[in-house]
């Protein structure tokens, strides 16, 4: 076996954290939410909603890919046996918390989901008699999407998020708080298991990047058809644009993945994820971290609870 840490210490990291922490947070996504959560923008609201109906079905099936590669480990890797640790949990955590508030928004109108949900049981069902390998390079690849996302969702906080529910926003800001801290464990265990098997891993990345957008599509396609606007031009128009700058924003991490010598720690985390994380940190227990989406800088300060 290959062992990554080795080689990635050699070489330039930025962004390396010590220990990967599950936080449980009660949010409250159940209720006093509406699924238009961004008065100004319902086109986003649903592209969201859409992306949050594909997580309970997607980050299973990360966690028992990841689970499965674990008992492959060197038994002398402790840390990546403990990355791949921390990786579960959070995302444990991320289902979880995406599941409830996928109830919320089925129990507010939008009954024409099933369709999507019983396509995504039956697509990672089926994925379940891919090889390991396969598996892993998907797992990575959504990974690195993550990144992209991240980039994008941080950069333009205040247009996608600004006088929008704060409790959304809080709640899907902090999963991609965790998404950073946890970017280099999928390519991590992929690299310890099979080197730098550079196709397979493309393969992935755009496979998945490409899945989980189709998936998230049928989502969002029906909840707008609900609402009356899919067919409307101006608001076809808007998501348009909408999904333009999603692609155009994830761009950049999905290039710099082609590199044959990638790896995530080599990219520098936003300052604000950072920022975040030192701010939950000095939150007393049970505390939630709302962000103040009137705050035209939406700073993770945390100061309104
Ligand atoms: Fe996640
Ligand atoms: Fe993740």
Redesign the pocket.
Known sequence: MNSVTETCEAEETLSARPEIAARKIAFGLQSNIKPIWNPSKPEWSHMVNGASLTMPYL?PF?NNTMREGMKLIDKDNEKLLSDVKG?IS??AQ?YQHHRKYNEMIKGSGYKNLSQVEDKMTLDYEKMKSKSLQWRLAY?AG??TM?MGITDWLVNQRQFLFGGADPKVASFILWHFV??TE??N??IDLYKHLYGNEYFARIRGLFGASFHIAMLSRQGYMRMLKTDGRWNKWRSRLTLWKMVGQFFLNIAPAMLRALLPNYHPSKVKDPEWVNQWVDAYSKLEEGEIPILDTSDPEISPLFNQI
Do not use: G, N
Request: charge should be negative; charged fraction near 40%; glycine fraction near 0%.
């Open positions: 980050e990360l990786f959070q995302e991320h797992t959504f990974e993550t965790e998404e946890h970017k464990v999928a």
